[in-house]
Every structure is written in structure tokens, then in C-alpha cells.
């Protein structure tokens, strides 16, 4: 039986990366939206053009309340999941800390963490042995920003990729035993619309001379370490923290 991959925010950018490149590994692909659903069909288009079977989900991983059902719908489709990219997330527009609003604080807080963490312990009950699963692979999206804090933009983002970062060491360590390796990826200046969600659309160009390659990354590029880390050429690979970041 072919493996399942989940991505969360699957429909653009890192994500549907991902989803494209891990059908070319062989894998049938579950692709999570929040809205765009034109967007998740073309990513299922072009999975289907590669021989794999695909599907879109429509779920919110800010409303804890839709996790749950996302899962199940994996569950109804496939009857399997062996790999989870928790991709889902946002940043909101450039600010210092001193003019934020708590609701911004909470909003991020809750997708890019706790949706990120609730959708993990989805994976966790079906993958892990202990619940009578298989084992699986769980790689979370995190940020160089959880590392170099990204002062007067968004420490906020920051702050919930650091949280990421923690949650990652810890859950690989508890699962360590239950057959699921557990890794983040760490883009770091990425050629995606993630800026101009920051208000800065030219924030890449006025960047890029500022990495050690001096370049911006790209959205595929990131995906190689998505799809390299839920592949079994990574077999002994679980709690790392890996950097795609340009040297950055």
C-alpha cells in the first residue's frame, strides 16, 4: 500500500511545494486549506498528473474544533497516514512590540502553535504504536526567525517559531520509542507571499544581499528538506532543527 502524506496550508508556497514534490517521491497526498479552494484543486491537479491519488481539505487549523474532522477525512479517503507536514501558518504585518494588539498576539499564537501542536496529536494517535499504528514521520515548519527574532518586524512570529522549535525537541523525544521521528525545517529568507501578508512586498529583494549565498531561497528548495526528512533516507533522524536558510 503507497504511503499518505498530510500538508497543512497546502495550497501555496512551501506547502504546495511539498505536496508536488512528495508525489514525485511516490507518496498520495492530503492538501489542507483554509480558503483557497481553487488553489488546493490546481495542487491536486498537478498530483494527479504525476500518478498519485489526491485530495483537498477545507479546514481552519486556528479552530480547534476542525482538526479533528480534517484528520478524519484522511482517515475516510485513505485509510492510512504515515507522514504529517505541519506547514499552516501566517505572519502578520511588520510592527514593534509596543503597538500590538493582544488579538494579533492570540491569532498568531493559536494557528502557528497550538493549531500546529493539536494537528500533531492527531497524527500522534494514528501513527504512533502505542495506539496500534505503524509509525509515521512528523516535520514541522518553523523559521530562522525562531532563532534571530526578527526585532521591529514580527517578534510575535518569532516567538511561535521558537515555540515550535521546543515543541519539536520534546515531542521527538516522547515518541522516539513509538516509531514516529519527529524534525522542523527552518526556512530562512524564502521567495514566497508570505511577504507581502507582512505588508513588504519588496522585503526579499531589499534582503537577499544581506545572506551569506545572496540569494533568496525558494519554495522548492525548502520542500527538498520537507520530503528528504518524511522519506526513509532519514530513518535516524529525529528531534533536529534543520536550517534552509542560506547560511543566514
Known amino acids: 500500500m503507497e504511503k499518505v502524506v498530510l500538508v497543512t496550508g497546502g495550497s501555496r508556497g512551501i506547502g504546495a ?3 508536488i514534490l512528495a508525489a514525485d517521491a511516490g507518496y498520495d497526498v492530503a492538501v489542507n486549506y483554509r480558503s483557497d479552494g481553487p488553489a488546493a484543486e490546481r495542487v491536486v491537479g498537478q498530483i494527479e498528473a504525476r500518478g498519485r491519488r489526491a485530495i483537498a481539505i477545507q479546514a481552519d487549523v486556528g479552530a480547534p474544533d476542525q482538526i479533528p474532522p480534517l484528520f478524519e477525512a484522511v482517515d475516510a479517503e485513505f485509510g492510512r497516514l504515515d507522514a504529517l507536514v505541519n506547514n499552516a501558518g501566517i505572519v502578520s504585518p511588520v510592527s514593534r512590540l509596543d503597538v500590538m ?3 494579533r498576539i492570540e491569532r498568531i ?3 502557528n502553535v497550538v493549531g500546529a501542536m493539536l494537528c500533531a496529536r492527531e497524527a500522534v ?3 504512533s504504536t502505542r495506539h496500534g499504528g505503524r509509525g509515521g514521520v512528523i516535520v514541522n ?3 530562522a526567525a525562531a532563532r534571530l527574532g526578527s526585532p521591529g518586524e514580527f517578534v510575535d512570529y518569532a516567538a511561535s517559531k521558537g515555540a515550535i522549535d521546543s515543541f519539536t525537541l520534546g515531542l521527538a523525544k516522547e515518541v522516539a520509542d513509538e516509531r514516529i521521528r519527529v524534525n522542523a525545517v ?3 529568507l524564502i521567495e514566497t507571499e508570505i511577504h507581502d501578508s507582512a505588508g513588504v512586498p519588496d522585503r526579499v529583494e531589499r534582503m537577499a544581499p544581506g545572506v551569506p549565498v545572496k540569494r ?3 519554495a522548492d528548495e525548502v520542500a527538498e528538506a520537507l520530503v ?3 522519506s526513509d533516507r532519514s530513518s535516524y533522524v529525529t528531534g533536529a532543527l534543520l536550517d534552509v536558510s542560506g547560511g543566514r
Open 17 to 19: 511545494a511539498a505536496a
Open 101 to 103: 494588539e493582544a488579538a
Open 109 to 111: 499564537l493559536r494557528i
Open 125 to 127: 494517535r494514528r501513527m
Open 141 to 143: 515548519v518553523s523559521s
Open 186 to 188: 527552518r526556512p530562512g
Open 216 to 218: 533568496a531561497g525558494t
Open 228 to 230: 528528504w526528512l518524511i
